[in-house]
């Protein structure tokens, strides 16, 4: 097919396709849109807004926002790293992160993209909330005081497994993950190999007897800064 | 020319951020020859003897006496640092900032499954440090003027943001030093 279009992102020349959004055009051409919510099998949420680009001078989410002739995109400004930044930091005060003991420490997503922004500490006062656990189910736990709202294990449990595990219920402050049954996780039909389970960015969906399963220095981003994957198909451009 | 000071102290820390400060192997004797130590578990100088260029903070505040030596700190030294994940975020004590102060000595010292209490006395004595209702990150208590993350950050963080801060250049971490475990 030969109806591509060019845009640019950041001054760079990107070349699009109908149908595709900001990311995915960014992605194909090695540009890699910082992200949390949004994951490849799924459709976008737009919820978490970490992927925010400037699409001619407007603020939009790159996961959900076309790709179109001619558009401008600003991506790596020092405005947008700030408000990423700040996004970043709120989840990590809105919950209760102890890294130092979770299990996905290293490979998670939220951790990953404070690395990548080189945040040392947030700025904003820790809220401590309480959160719930539930370790119910023989295979899998939520834990919720590391739950970011991302909506993906909602998404997945949904358009992968289908089963519709998960949903949220409450709004604002008390909005959270909940599953589809009387009390909880081990009276759903949720299990060990679901998408579900693999694809929640943190720690709040685990397996259980795993543990701290990779020693440190191998974790997905002990080495390199999450996006790098993304950042090296430009260097290597295979079409 | 006299040294620049440096002064470290452990809060509502395990010791070992001071343990990974030790772990910089004999690029301490480095150390010792770019600065003096002064108010230190490491040498056990209690009280400050003068400014000091560097004041290192281990742990946050869980007991007014923390608070105490944390502006103590804040007053003697030109730039401080909270070292670690308990001085940034409170850490693993800090896990008790989401159950009530009462019931957390309550588990202590009167139900949990191995006590031994037949007074049923929760200890009250005034030399013991009244505990805050939950644990501080040190830069909500004092101004802080650098994180060095990690539980604890590794000895090369360490090694780096000092010699750093001691030739006045700016502190800037490589990617793999940033962690948060
Ligand atoms: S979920 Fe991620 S950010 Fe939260 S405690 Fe675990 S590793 Fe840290
Ligand atoms: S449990 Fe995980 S996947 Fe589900 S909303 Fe929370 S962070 Fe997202």
């Not at chain 1, 179109?68 to 700030?82: C, R």
């Not at chain 2, 290192?56 to 030596?69: A, D, K, S, T």
Request: glycine content about 8%; charged content about 20%.
């Amino acid at each position: 097919m030969n109806d591509r279009f060019a845009f640019t992102i950041d001054g760079v020349e990107v070349q699009g396709r109908p149908g595709q959004t900001i990311m995915q055009a960014a992605d194909e051409a090695g540009i890699y849109i910082p992200r949390l919510c949004s994951h490849k099998e799924l459709a976008p949420h737009g919820s978490c807004r970490v992927c925010t680009v400037l699409v001619n001078g407007r603020p939009q989410t790159a996961c959900t926002q076309p790709a179109g002739p001619g558009i401008i995109v600003e991506n790596s400004s020092e405005a947008l790293l700030a408000i990423r930044c700040n996004l970043i930091e709120m989840l990590f005060i809105e919950g209760n992160h102890f890294c130092m003991f979770c299990e996905k420490s290293g490979n998670c997503e939220l951790q990953a993209l404070a690395y990548r922004f080189g945040i040392m500490a947030p700025k904003y006062p820790y809220l401590f909330p309480t959160r719930e656990l539930d370790a119910s189910h023989p295979d899998i736990f939520i834990d919720r005081n590391r739950c970011i709202l991302c909506g993906r294990c909602v998404r997945a449990s949904r358009d992968l497994d289908g089963k519709n595990v998960f949903q949220f219920v409450g709004r604002g402050p008390r909005k959270r993950i909940a599953v589809n049954a009387k009390t909880a996780l081990a009276d759903t039909d949720a299990a060990r190999a679901d998408k579900a389970v693999s694809a929640c960015p943190v720690g709040a969906i685990l397996r259980k007897r795993v543990g701290y399963g990779i020693p440190i220095g191998q974790r997905m981003y002990d080495a390199a800064p999450i996006g790098s994957d993304i950042e090296a198909a430009r260097a290597h451009p295979h079409k | 020319m006299a040294k620049p000071k440096v002064a470290t102290t452990s809060l509502a820390g395990c010791f070992g951020c001071h343990m990974s400060i030790l772990d910089i192997d004999d690029r301490i004797l480095k150390l010792i020859e770019l600065v003096d130590f002064d108010k230190s578990p490491v040498n056990d100088i209690k009280k400050f003897t003068g400014r000091c260029l560097v004041g290192l903070i281990e742990g946050g505040c869980c007991n007014e006496e923390n608070v105490r030596v944390l502006q103590d700190f804040r007053a003697h030294c030109d730039i401080l640092i909270s070292v670690g994940d308990c001085a940034i975020m409170g850490g693993i004590p800090a896990m008790r900032n989401t159950i009530p102060l009462k019931e957390c000595l309550d588990e202590a010292y009167l139900n949990g499954p191995t006590v031994y209490n037949p007074t049923k006395t929760i200890p009250n004595d005034e030399e013991i440090p009244l505990l805050l209702n939950r644990v501080y990150p040190a830069h909500e208590v004092v101004t802080i003027d650098y994180f060095l993350p990690g539980c604890p950050p590794p000895a090369d963080t360490i090694w780096e943001a000092l010699t750093a801060l001691l030739s006045g250049k700016p502190l800037t971490l490589p990617y793999q030093l940033i962690k948060y475990d």
